[in-house]
């Protein structure tokens, strides 16, 4: 690369993230360089911050700065129902619905044999010694309405119906390969309301 060292570096480091290919992170490189040292910085200290400061709640898994979270912290939620979902996005979706006073667990993943991922690779096991814990009465599991949300949908399924636990599903209205993140607040609302026992 003909430009100077420290460039090529960021350069090479901005191109890793998902999106951004050579051209988009030699823009944004010399986007940085050109707004200057006290932006260059605050970006540094926000993406150092975010690794440091940023880790699971204990209890459901979420993202958080402070452990237990602010929504198990909360003591107005009714921790009897817990929704489960694949990823913290899906957890902001459905609190952007604000139709949900129960409580999360994040699974952080869902199940995808074929890209070899199971059941020890998300937070199940952190799921069923969290109910051991704490008791619930219904699971509602969000996973999304794709081939590893169902696959990872029945798996809980036969996973938490024998500890007597009431397991639902969100209701279709989320179209099928359809993303929980992406869908908008009144079909997800539906979906939540509509949700059927497995
Ligand atoms: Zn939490």
Do not use: W
């Not at 051209?23 to 605050?42: N, V």
């Not at 070899?116 to 937070?123: E, F, M, N």
């Not at 279709?172 to 939540?192: C, H, N, S, W």
């Amino acid at each position: 690369m003909a430009v100077a060292d420290p460039i090529a570096r960021l350069v090479k480091e901005l191109a890793k993230l998902p999106g951004i290919g050579e051209k988009t992170a030699q823009r944004l490189a010399f986007h940085i360089l050109k707004a200057g040292p006290a932006y260059a910085s605050d970006l540094a200290g926000a993406i150092a911050g975010v690794v440091r400061d940023v880790r699971l709640c204990s209890t459901c898994q979420t993202l958080t700065d402070k452990d237990p979270c602010g929504v198990c912290a909360d003591a107005r939620r009714d921790s009897s129902i817990i929704c489960v979902v694949e990823g913290v996005p899906d957890l902001l979706a459905i609190e952007r619905t604000h139709e949900f006073r129960g409580r999360y667990h994040v699974l952080h993943g869902a199940l995808s044999p074929l890209d070899g991922i199971g059941p020890s690779d998300l937070k199940i096991r952190e799921l069923i010694l969290r109910l051991e814990r704490e008791p619930a009465d219904e699971i509602v599991v969000a996973t999304n309405p794709d081939v590893e949300g169902e696959a990872t949908a029945l798996y809980l399924t036969k996973l938490l119906k024998p500890l007597g636990v009431k397991v639902t599903r969100i209701a279709q209205g989320i179209p099928m390969g359809g993303d929980l993140e992406y869908a908008d607040q009144v079909t997800l609302a539906r979906a939540l309301a509509g949700r059927r026992e497995l």
